[in-house]
């Protein structure tokens, strides 16, 4: 996996020019995004058997003999990775995987980078649904490390905001909203969190503040009725203090708070790169917008030189392979 840091352009069509498919497919096991071998459920050891049906892929198969009998056992070359259901090829989901970690080039610039030699190109529909597919992988990052930032020493302004999507409905213009709610660290901006919400009221934001920022940390906000009420939750139960301290910006006389310097323009400044996205993707159906969520969470977080290797390194995480267990270095004496 270490190969897939500071991966650039140049590597990437190096690895798909050079590389026969078999010699891309042994580079995938490598990284330990395919299978090196296969376990059966008898639990003998499943061999590599090319298919004589046409299909791109070989299987693996048991041939193990018990009474006389052939186990007969078979498993697709896919089945449980990150591939699994393509009709792709991998060299072209991987290209993909690029372009999506690099926010590289525009869908149509896509579709004609991944030209083939029959003239032929992926559909607008797949390579929409393998976009679906990594911003899953994003989410499934930070439902398994959910983000906390700030504590003692730290400044973490909270805010909330809404995307407003206009529809037209039987010759009547109907507005769909959808509010966020979101906190950033002061001086880290990629330390973020944002969650859709359907309310905005102290019993729906407090709990979310006490799962995304730590103790000791010093929250600021602006007015927002629902902030009255953190007040509750400086202190812990056993008396001691939970919070620094919660700072009010009232935005209807000051973005800065004369007295204490408060402002909340990290997190302003943070929400109009969200919508910027937002608006560049041209818009997210309401039931997606968790995973576009986790995705500007995902690029401030892991964006630069290595986010491909982050992408893969995940994928890695969630969809485990099989592998041939390393043989335990000897040293001898001279």
């Known amino acids: 996996m270490e190969s897939l840091k500071r991966f650039n352009e140049s590597d990437l069509y190096k690895k798909l020019l050079l590389l026969s498919e078999d010699e891309f497919n042994e580079w995938l096991k490598d990284l330990g995004l395919l299978h090196q071998k296969r376990t059966c ?27 006389g009998k052939v186990c007969g056992k078979a498993r697709g070359y896919v089945v ?26 525009p869908q149509e610039e896509i579709q004609f980078n991944l030209r083939r030699e029959d003239g032929s190109t992926i559909s ?6 393998y976009k679906n597919f990594f911003r899953e992988v994003c989410q499934r990052y930070f439902e398994r490390h959910p983000v906390i930032i700030g504590g ?6 909270i805010d909330e905001t809404v995307i407003t999507k206009r529809k037209y409905h039987r010759g009547q213009l109907r507005a769909q909203e959808q509010w966020f709610f979101g906190g950033v660290e002061r001086g880290s901006s990629e330390n973020c969190f944002l969650v859709p919400v359907d309310k905005r009221d102290a019993d729906t934001l407090l709990p979310i503040i ?13 007015g ?8 509750e939750i400086l202190m812990t139960d056993s008396g001691e203090r939970a919070y620094a301290g919660h700072f009010v910006v009232n935005h209807s006389e000051n973005f800065v708070d004369p007295e204490t310097g408060a402002h909340t323009q990290t997190i302003e400044g943070t929400w109009s790169h969200f919508k910027a996205r937002h608006k560049k993707e041209r818009g997210t159906s309401r039931g997606l917008f968790a995973s576009y969520l986790y995705q500007f969470m995902w690029r401030k977080k892991f964006s630069g030189d290595d986010a491909l290797y982050h992408l893969w390194q995940q994928i890695a995480e969630q969809y485990p392979c099989e592998m041939e267990e390393e043989e335990p270095t000897v040293v001898g004496e001279p």
Request: aromatic share 12%; net charge positive; with cysteine.
């Open 210 to 222: 006490m799962k995304h920022i730590r103790k000791g940390s010093t929250i600021i906000s602006d």
């Open 152 to 157: 003692p020493g730290k400044v973490v302004e």
């Open 124 to 129: 607008e529909e797949a390579i929409v649904d």
């Open 41 to 67: 459920e008898c639990g003998a050891p499943m061999r590599l058997k090319n298919r004589e049906d046409g299909r791109k892929f070989p299987s693996w198969h048991c041939r193990r003999k018990t009474s």
């Open 80 to 105: 449980g990775t990150f591939f699994e259901g393509t009709h792709l090829s991998l060299k072209e989901i991987f290209q993909l995987s690029y372009y999506f970690a690099r926010q590289a080039h």
């Open 224 to 231: 927002w009725a629902a902030y009255g009420r953190i007040k």
